[in-house]
């Protein structure tokens, strides 16, 4: 908002003198229009009458406007206040995720709910939301699944998300996972604090020459695939769509069952959709080679948990490597440690020696968590301007 020489003159007469720039924050919060005055480039004073007047040649005001995130834990709460330096928006922030039991809790008049993966945005939830007067529900991630978009729609509510945040951080993630299981630092890291230096047990193998299978080459898929190709690996891939760009620097196409049967170590970098759940099930495992790595960071349900876990027993697996699990939203983002899981099939992933299972933390670096603050606080920004954001960000308008 620009404020003008003719709302100004209404603040303007005081005892001092001078607006002081509370003066003008005071004023439009008294009037249910809650400013803060984020620069004055100019004002100055000439007498008239009784009072003084002042013209103000220009100044940007901005109405503060709530942004209530849930799920929020004290990285977002670090990153977020950080990156609100530079637009003013009034944080609040809830560890609970966002759900039926907690919307009531919403103040009337929140602008926006900045939410995560396991809220739950129902048809329900986003009624309420829309009787708070919510304007926008801004996903820090890329998915979108969670939310209702047909309720969001009916009540004029906008969905924006991040597209992309740092796509390296999953792939090198994903490397990090083949790294460890094929070298077994984690055992190494262990043995050697307890004075073991014992080499036994921990003969790994060469990426250099192996064949590396990837599953979509979308944004991480490529990321990944360069990488490997870092390491002289060979590397075949299948996507519905292919990338000229990865032809270009050396990657095979080829089919699905192809690049299954050709791979000594496959890597998972498709979304979950209807048509891939179980991709990874007891038919495709057979069609790998005997003593393949499989590694998922991307959606938990595209792999068959049981499929895999008998084919670990059967040793036609030899390594597992996931950050993400079907049913990750009873387990992941919380500490556990002090609690009884009653899940055995994660259980009893845990129990392999060549399986290792991270939190779904691949996105997990401080640039891609800086992405995430930028990109949303940008939107939210956007939209309460009457600007529409790039095409990729919105969900729905
Ligand atoms: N673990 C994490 O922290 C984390 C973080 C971000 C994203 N992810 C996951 O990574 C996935 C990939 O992300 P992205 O940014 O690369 O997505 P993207 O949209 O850029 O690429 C996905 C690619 O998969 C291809 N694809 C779709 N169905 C396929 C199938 N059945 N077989 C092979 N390829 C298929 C698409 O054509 C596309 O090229 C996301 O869907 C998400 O599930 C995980």
Redesign the pocket.
């Known amino acids: 908002m620009v404020v003008n020489q003719s709302n100004i003159q209404k603040i303007s007469k005081n005892d001092k003198g001078i607006a002081e720039k509370t003066d003008f924050e005071k004023y439009f919060t008294a009037r249910g229009q809650p400013i803060k005055l984020i620069g004055i480039k100019q004002i100055y004073e000439k007498p008239e009458e009784l009072y003084w007047v002042y013209s103000v040649n220009f100044a940007i005001l901005h109405q503060i406007m709530k942004i209530l995130f849930f799920s929020a834990k004290p990285y977002d709460i670090a990153t977020f206040n950080q990156h609100n330096a530079n637009y003013g928006f009034e944080l609040e922030y809830l560890e609970t995720h966002l759900g039926p039991h907690i919307v009531n809790a919403v103040d009337e008049g929140t602008f926006a709910v900045c939410v995560f993966v396991n809220d739950k945005l129902t048809t329900e939830v986003i009624e309420v939301l829309a009787d708070k007067g919510v304007k926008v529900i801004a996903l820090r991630?890329?998915?979108f699944n969670n939310v209702q978009l047909a309720a969001a729609k009916k009540h004029g509510i906008t969905v924006c998300r991040v597209p992309?945040?740092s796509?390296e951080a999953?792939a090198e993630?994903a490397v990090a996972m083949l790294l460890t299981l094929n070298r077994k630092t984690h055992k190494a890291y262990n043995r050697v604090r307890e004075q073991n230096f014992s080499l036994n047990g921990l003969l790994g193998f060469n990426l250099h020459g192996k064949t590396v299978g990837v599953?979509?080459?979308?944004?991480?898929?490529k990321a990944f695939c360069k990488i490997m190709l870092g390491f002289g690996c060979k590397v075949w891939a299948?996507?519905?769509?292919k990338d000229p760009g990865m032809v270009a620097v050396g990657v095979q196409y080829s089919s699905?069952d192809e690049v299954l049967s050709q791979s000594d170590i496959i890597s998972l970098?498709?979304?979950?959709?209807p048509?891939?759940h179980y991709?990874i099930n007891q038919d495709s495992l057979s069609l790998m080679k005997q003593g393949a790595t499989l590694i998922n960071?991307?959606?938990g349900a595209l792999i068959d948990t049981h499929a895999v876990i008998a084919g670990l027993k059967t040793g036609w697996l030899a390594y597992l490597g996931i950050?993400?699990y079907e049913q990750e939203d009873r387990l992941f983002f919380k500490d556990l440690s002090g609690s009884i899981i009653e899940d055995d099939t994660i259980q009893r992933l845990m129990s392999f020696p060549n399986v290792l299972v991270t939190g779904?933390?691949?996105?997990?670096t401080a640039d891609a968590l800086s992405q995430i603050a930028e990109t949303t606080l940008t939107s939210i920004h956007q939209i309460s301007s009457g600007i529409t954001p790039d095409e990729a960000v919105i969900v729905q308008i």
């Open positions: 991630c890329a998915g992309a945040y796509p999953v993630h599953i979509g080459t979308g944004k991480i898929g299948f996507d519905p769509y699905f970098h498709c979304p979950l959709t048509e891939n991709l960071t991307s959606r950050d993400v779904h933390q691949a996105f997990f």
